[in-house]
């Protein structure tokens, strides 16, 4: 990109891309965009200068397109690619999100996910984060140091490898390696080790969902890989051909097999596709679930979680999980325990009470009504 030449030929690709409609533009692994001798090559001050003359091109062009920036590295540095606010990537990925969701489930607890929510930081109100799961990568570790100790780390390698997922590793400086990534699809990470891996389980798609659902309403935008949204299971058989781990989340799938799956309500992809098609249909219709929304984390026993989302126009909507194979009572906010009325947003019942109990991996979306 020091080269004049390159740097117009990018721009230009960029350009076309704006003008043939594109909405938002990835920027992949952008943090080493820059190469310079005797350095790592990574966040380098003339990365984010190309970032900026980027977006003040496509600015000047007058097309409605959003930067997206990947870069798999702590949330500090993540959140650099900002810039400011106005002048570098509109969005960035929130890679601690997936790894904390698969350690809250292995572990039944999430004191670790409420205290990172807590903390995180919404540095500018035009800037979003992308809340995901599952890719056509692996699962980020790296995100997770310093959120959780390398035990639980190891413990959840562990497990993804007793599904028979790959932990793919990273060479440190010290000539030593520690994991990179985990590679497995996100559907087959819900199993429990020992179970029988070619069946899908009610207890499996439940704990799909909490993790999903949890994404559909988190501050910040979803980004959902079409395999979740199909129900795919990892294609082993890709990685043993090539040897490559990321493949188990790429498989090409063939249109006239998956419309009739999908039309079979026997079979799984037919469930997980119906009941995401009724989350993402509830989300577009509540402003509460809207982007930049106002997000409040609240108290909520052990192995559960709880958030409070608040539109600018005073829509409410308070999400709970539950993380754990126990059922769980969540108490209702102290401020609207007594004047809410709480509608089941997937199934329309209404509720007054101070408490309300989550089954084993259930999730539930309360739209909050104030009596006046």
């Known amino acids: 990109y020091a080269n004049p030449a390159v740097l117009l030929a990018i721009l ?18 952008i943090a080493y965009l820059w190469k310079k001798l005797d350095t790592a090559c990574i966040h380098l001050p003339e990365t984010h200068t190309v970032i900026q003359v980027i977006r003040k091109v496509l600015e000047e062009s007058q097309m409605p397109v959003h930067l997206v920036s ?45 205290e990172w ?28 140091n310093g959120l959780v100790s390398n035990e639980n ?28 990534e985990l590679n497995i699809n996100w559907l087959d990470a819900m199993a429990i080790p020992g179970d029988n891996s070619e069946e899908v389980t009610d207890e499996m798609i439940n704990r799909f969902f909490v993790t999903q659902a949890l994404i559909l309403s988190f501050r910040g935008l979803p980004a959902i890989y079409y395999h979740g949204l199909f129900g795919s299971r990892g294609w082993s ?12 989340n790429r498989e090409k799938l063939n249109i006239t097999e998956l419309e009739a799956e999908l039309s079979d309500p026997k079979s799984i992809r037919y469930r997980i596709y119906s009941i995401y ?16 929304a106002g997000q409040r984390i ?67 979306w309360l739209k909050v009504l104030m009596d006046n």
């Open 12 to 29: 230009s690709i960029l350009l076309k891309y704006s003008q043939r409609g594109a909405k938002y533009l990835r920027l992949d692994a």
């Open 70 to 114: 990947e870069t798999n590295v702590p949330h500090t540095e993540n959140i650099s690619y900002l810039g400011d606010g106005n002048n570098e990537a509109h969005i960035v990925y929130n890679f601690s999100l997936a790894p904390l969701l698969l350690h809250s489930l292995y572990s039944s607890d999430t004191e670790a996910l409420k």
């Open 117 to 144: 929510a807590l903390k995180l930081d919404f540095p500018y109100p035009n800037t979003h984060f992308l809340n995901f799961t599952a890719s056509h990568d692996g699962i980020g570790v790296t995100p997770l």
């Open 153 to 180: 780390i190891q413990d959840i390698c562990r497990r993804v490898e007793e599904l028979g997922g790959h932990v793919s590793m990273k060479a440190i400086p010290d000539g030593d390696s520690v994991p990179y």
């Open 237 to 248: 058989e890709g990685v043993e051909l090539s040897g490559i781990p990321r493949r188990v």
């Open 277 to 292: 098609t009724e989350l993402l249909t509830i989300r577009k219709q509540e402003p509460a679930f809207s982007p930049g």
């Open 298 to 364: 609240l108290k909520s026993p052990g192995g559960g979680f709880g958030l409070m989302r608040t539109a600018e126009t005073g829509e409410q909507v308070l999400s709970l999980y539950n993380f754990s194979p126990d059922w769980l009572e969540f108490d209702i906010p102290e401020d609207i325990q007594d004047t809410a009325i709480l509608t089941d947003l997937r199934t329309n019942s209404i509720e007054r009470k101070s408490r309300h109990t989550l089954m084993p991996y259930g999730m539930v």
